[in-house]
């Protein structure tokens, strides 16, 4: 089997185009379960493709013991099932003993979340008195009453906030658009940063012009009155 192996790492890395991180993963998890099965397969048997269900239970079972979390073993057992689909399409095996093992059930966590007066002292960090932190208080608001993911806030535009409506609109996961509401604090701090963000916008083009000018300006002076 580790000569089969060395060759799907090589199917992976020519034919499958799979990058390096991926192959040492493939590499590191099939290597432990061969070393597994050499282990505590029949002494009597040497072919290591004899493997059937059984020692790959028996191997999620060790992972187990060991501590392995679930996810660890998911991802060990999916390796085992490429690679067994590669086995039977070279013809090194004929039936798919990977086939008849269950994935384990991940562990199903609460997400860590912020209480009520910590979430109150993050809004309550930017200096609202500055531009900048009415910025950051309107997107810490937004992110708050909204329940956005951070991709789809990033990617929110002016055209995407309605604030008379107190919604915005959010392109998701699979291209699916959603309208999500937000509350009248949110509101508040968005109207804040819009007319900062008007009076920003303002100074700058009116800066860009002003350097534009002074350039025309400078090449209608004829060549003698520069050099005089």
Known sequence: MKDQLADFLDHLRLNENASAHT???YESDLTQFVAFVAAHLDRRRSDLLATDFIHIRAFLGDLHKRGNSRSSAARKL???RTFGRYLRREGAIEGDPAALVGTPKREQRLPAHLAEAEMSRLL???DAATPLGR???????????SGLRLSE???????DVNLSSRVVRVLG??????IVPFN???EA??????RDREEIVAAVRGSRLAVRDSRFAVRRVPLRSRCS
Do not use: Q, S
């Open 173 to 178: 996961k699979g291209g699916k658009e959603r």
């Open 78 to 80: 999916a390796a085992i």
């Open 153 to 159: 806030l990033v990617g929110l535009g002016l055209e």
């Open 135 to 145: 910025r950051d208080r309107a997107i810490m608001e937004l992110f708050y009453a």
């Open 124 to 126: 309550d960090m930017p």
């Open 184 to 186: 009248r604090t949110t």
């Open 23 to 25: 192959v040492r993963a």
């Open 189 to 194: 701090a968005l109207r804040d940063w819009m």
